[in-house]
């Protein structure tokens, strides 16, 4: 039989113990919810670059800014629908990466923002991003607001001449900008990356600090 | 008369098959395969693609493109240096001896524009692929949706 005081002093340890485990545990979740002790696969951008933020018009024609992505991944990819082979070949792997994920995959969107304001209307944007994912949304604004958010990522963009049939292509950055769900810049993934880096890293910020 | 005609058609026919071999030429020795077209939305312009494989012993140039659907093909390749995506017109490539080249995403491809009538996918669209000799050589294409990665063949979906 443990005498009286002992058992008290005893339960208040075990007391004690469960509170620096729930302390601990608590600190520990918090680093995993900022993600510093991750392992991405893709090339980790977190704190290099600003956050999401633009004024453009969604393929439904509704103005749209980066807050109305918030609570959602967002995968940032710049083109144009009169890009026969590069374009078409990124959508289609993002495509690919998205039912990888699973239904997972609902909680992140694919911004396709057109670098060709000329010839890229919402219509057109609305058939062309359909043509590839439902979670895709395809982005056209006015010259300088696409300027504005592709200098924002430090990208680029030329509307190489004419080739004489009114013609012509557009060179691009070929990057994927990845941004969590709070808006904030996380990873960049480049052509060289296999897909499943793509997938592995998407799957690890999905699975993380899910929104109830 | 008669059996002047009749000694003079086998020179004749000779004469027309030594023609029509020279005709055939670097297009004779190649082989296609995965020949495919990622059909986009409207009017938009679609890509082609194929491998070809030259059993021949000379090296085969493959020149240009053509098809009675598409108003326009050109043979384009895409690079992606420095994180940027370009896309540049080329005058030719070469298929070497007893070798493969590829038309494939993210490089070389054939860019086609002004359907007519509209391409729908399952179609099968004739192109002609024109070498450097003359040689030309007819390939069905198989249309596939915008979000196919490849030929289909070996697709799981």
Known sequence: MIPFHLRMTLRRAGRLTLLFALVFGALLLGACNRGDSIEWRLTNVSGHMPD????????????????????????????????????PLTLAQLHVVMQRLGPLADGARILFVSVDP??????????????????????????REIEALSKRYRSAFTREPDKGDGQYEVSHSSAIYVFDRDGKARLLATPANPQDDLVHDLHLMLSLGNPT | ???????????????????????????????????????????????????????????????????????????????????????????NLVIPAHGKAELAPGGYHLMMSKANPPVQVGDAVKLTLHFADGSALDTDFVTRPANATDAGDTHSH
């Open chain 1, 52 to 87: 999401l933020d633009f004024h453009l018009v969604d393929d439904q024609g509704k103005a749209v800014t980066g807050q109305d992505y918030r609570g959602k991944v967002v995968l940032l990819y710049f083109g144009y629908t009169h890009c026969p082979d590069v374009c």
């Open chain 1, 118 to 143: 000329a010839r890229d209307t919402p219509d057109i944007m609305h058939a062309y991003v359909n043509a590839f994912d439902p979670r895709a949304v395809g982005l056209s604004g006015t010259p």
């Open chain 2, 1 to 91: 008369m008669i059996i002047g005609t009749a000694r003079a058609l086998p020179l004749l026919a000779a004469g027309l098959l030594l023609a029509t071999a020279a005709h055939a030429g670097e297009a004779e020795h190649v082989r296609t395969s995965q020949a495919w077209i990622r059909l986009l939305p409207g009017d938009l312009p679609a890509g082609a693609y194929v491998t070809l494989e030259n059993t021949g012993d000379q090296p085969a140039t493959l020149r240009s493109a053509s098809s009675t659907r598409y108003g326009s093909v050109m043979l384009h390749k895409s690079s992606s240096e420095g994180g940027v995506s370009r896309m540049a017109m080329v005058d």
